[in-house]
């Protein structure tokens, strides 16, 4: 039972560039959630999905676009990376809202 | 708004040591309140929580209790070992937001032999 993985673990990228980071849990979890940590400041949510096919935004959605296309898997894009989206990002999921998350290992994003 | 503030670290002791972790929340209503861990290289785990004021979670030796007249949920060990060397957050999850969580910013533990 793997529960949450991210890909990829550690990336670099160029101001301009975009990526896609991958999220996959196997709990067959309604609910999963972007989340960015920077120094000094706790977990904040940056979008979340309710289920297959919906997204919504958190805290700090602006940059950032989502989407479900699968229960499993949560996809979180940076169209144009910006220094500012340096940060480590956690994916999570839970049964349903309010109860308890879980965790990936989290994705360490550099953008220069 | 709804916000939890917890301890600056890093916080390094000894192999035996008591471990307090302070964490205070700022929030109306009645909120959750939640201790995670993250060991190296992994992501976080849920490692007790209290739902309700009074309420005393545990879990792998540590504890805390949710007192809403000093509006704090602090984290303790009686002794702690070097296998609990992780970093700590503590987190609300807010009824008057729609049951959205905050998390404070994490504590670092190193525990030496």
């Known amino acids: 039972n793997a529960g949450v993985t991210q890909t990829p673990k550690f990336r670099v990228l160029k101001t301009g560039q975009s990526m896609t980071l991958l999220c996959a849990q196997d709990?067959?979890?309604?609910?999963m959630y972007w989340y960015r940590q920077d120094p000094g400041m706790g977990l904040r949510l940056i979008h979340y999905s309710v289920g297959e096919g919906t997204t919504a935004k958190g805290e700090v959605p602006d940059g950032y676009n989502v989407s479900r296309l699968k229960k499993q898997n949560f996809l979180l894009g940076l169209e144009s990376a910006a220094p500012s989206q340096t940060s480590v990002y956690f994916c999570a999921s839970s049964r349903d809202w309010g109860e308890t998350q879980y965790f990936g290992p989290g994705t360490r994003l550099l953008v220069l | 708004g709804d916000s939890v503030t917890q301890m600056e670290g890093p916080v390094t002791l000894s192999e035996e040591a008591f471990l307090t972790i302070n964490c205070t929340y700022t929030a109306t209503g009645y909120p959750s309140l939640f201790w995670y861990v993250q060991y190296p290289g992994e992501g976080l785990q849920l490692l007790l929580k209290a739902t309700k004021a009074d309420d005393k979670g545990s879990n792998k030796g540590f504890e805390a209790t949710y007192r809403k007249e000093t509006t704090s949920f602090h984290l303790e060990k009686g002794s702690v070992q070097v296998s609990d060397s992780a970093v700590y957050f503590c987190?609300?999850?807010?009824?008057?937001?729609?049951?959205?969580?905050?998390f404070g910013t994490g504590t670092s533990l190193t525990v030496i032999p």
């Open positions: 987190a609300l999850m807010a009824q008057n937001t729609g049951n959205q969580f905050y």
């Open positions: 709990m067959n979890h309604e609910y």
